[in-house]
């Protein structure tokens, strides 16, 4: 069975620190790869998705960027947080090549505080 | 445009009633449609969706939702809620603009909470 893994689970980090955030999955070849942010309140905003190896597509202009170094490893960072960079960060994946009819599958979100 | 709207950010029953939690819909095409739940500090969890045929769609957990085509609406049911069903639920579709099905457009979600 397929397994999403994201850490740290929680993170209290000052403002101008660096972020490395990282989700792997497990027994799934070629996911497609997703970075949400759900800010305080609810909704879903996702941030990047990536189909392969090094290829990353950007949704919103901000302060944080995403690598697939691997192809069941994807990182989100940044060089210098800012204190709206404060949410709750979730990874998803999803089978490539079906993307129209199945779903995303979520990790267990890292909480990221900005002080 | 395409869009997902939950027009209630509350839902409230009581243990034993059934619940609803509304989902309406604008795309282009046929829509594919999902529902998830959240648990606090918790990721999402898949319960269902509608791809095509019966438009009575059973998920997890014992909810079901009613794909309604003329109404543009994906309600998710549960005829007797538990106290254990509160949590944050989603509405999602799938963006079916060139290029771009590999995304979700979410609705900003109905926080249930189902009173003992």
């Known amino acids: 069975s397929q397994t999403i893994h994201q850490w740290p689970a929680t993170l209290v980090q000052p403002v101008g620190s660096p972020l490395s955030l990282e989700c792997t999955v497990e027994?799934?070849?070629?996911?497609?790869l997703y970075w949400y942010r759900q800010a305080a309140g609810r909704g879903l905003q996702l941030l990047f998705y990536?189909?392969?190896?090094?290829?990353i597509s950007s949704e919103v202009p901000q302060n944080l960027s995403a690598s697939r170094p691997q192809d069941r490893q994807f990182i989100l960072s940044s060089k210098k947080l800012l204190l709206s960079d404060s949410g709750f960060y979730l990874c998803?994946?999803?089978?490539?090549?079906?993307?129209?009819?199945?779903?995303?599958?979520f990790g267990p979100g890292t909480r990221l505080t900005v002080l | 445009a395409q869009s997902v709207a939950q027009p209630e950010d509350q839902v409230n029953v009581a243990e034993g009633n059934p619940l609803t939690v509304k989902c309406t819909y604008s795309?282009?095409?046929?829509?594919?449609l999902f529902w998830y739940v959240q648990y606090p500090n918790r990721g999402l969890q898949f319960l269902l969706k509608?791809?095509?045929?019966d438009n009575l769609v059973k998920g997890s957990y014992g909810f079901e939702a009613e794909f309604n085509k003329s109404q543009t609406s994906f309600h998710l049911k549960k005829p007797s809620a538990l106290v254990s069903d509160s949590a944050l639920y989603f509405c999602?579709?799938?963006?079916?603009?060139?290029?771009?099905?590999?995304?979700?457009?979410w609705g900003l979600g109905t926080s249930l909470a189902v009173n003992p």
């Open positions: 999602a579709v799938r963006d079916v603009n060139a290029g771009n099905n590999r995304k979700l457009i």
């Open positions: 795309v282009s095409g046929n829509p594919y």
């Open positions: 509608y791809i095509t045929g």
């Open positions: 027994g799934t070849s070629n996911p497609n």
């Open positions: 990536s189909v392969g190896i090094g290829q």
């Open positions: 998803a994946w999803s089978v490539r090549g079906q993307e129209t009819y199945n779903e995303q599958f």
